[in-house]
């Protein structure tokens, strides 16, 4: 379950950003792309989807895995060492990334923009939690 959490999360990482700086490289949400033919149009629509639908099935998924997780590494979590506090950022963020989604989801373009913001912003300490928290050693502080 693991690797569809992260594949999930690889995926959400690369369609939200490239939703949110796709005017950068010409995915513009009103127009098509440089050549004029509306294809940037439909790229963002797919990307779009793809995001809510990989949102929707992380929503599902990752509860399910932390707590799994949680609970299987119960004894590493009583000493405060590198490994729990990348795995505490990991879960608050994705936690906040999925209310922030729901709401997003919901509510669309009339959501706040701080919302908006703040579901951008927590994907950083998220990828970068998760890729301390799978390099760091693992078996040391039993």
């Not at 929503?59 to 707590?67: D, G, T």
């Not at 060492?81 to 906040?96: D, F, K, N, R």
Request: glycine residues 12%; contains cysteine; positive net charge.
């Amino acid at each position: 379950m693991r690797k569809i959490v992260v594949a999930m999360t690889v995926l959400l990482t690369c369609t939200g950003l490239l939703l949110a700086f796709g005017g950068v490289i010409g995915l513009e949400i009103g127009a098509g792309n440089a050549t004029g033919n509306g294809t940037g149009k439909g790229i963002v629509k797919w990307l779009s989807i793809a995001h809510i639908w990989g949102g929707l099935l992380f929503l599902v998924i990752f509860p399910l895995y932390a707590w799994d997780h949680i609970s299987t590494n119960r004894a590493m979590l009583r000493r405060f060492v590198p490994l729990t506090l990348s795995g505490l950022i990991q879960t608050t963020s994705a936690v906040a990334l999925i209310l922030t989604g729901v709401v997003l989801f919901l509510y669309g373009a009339q959501a706040w923009l701080a919302l908006r913001q703040w579901h951008h912003w927590l994907t950083y300490p998220l990828a970068g939690a998760l890729t301390l928290h799978f390099l760091l050693p693992k078996g040391r502080w039993k």
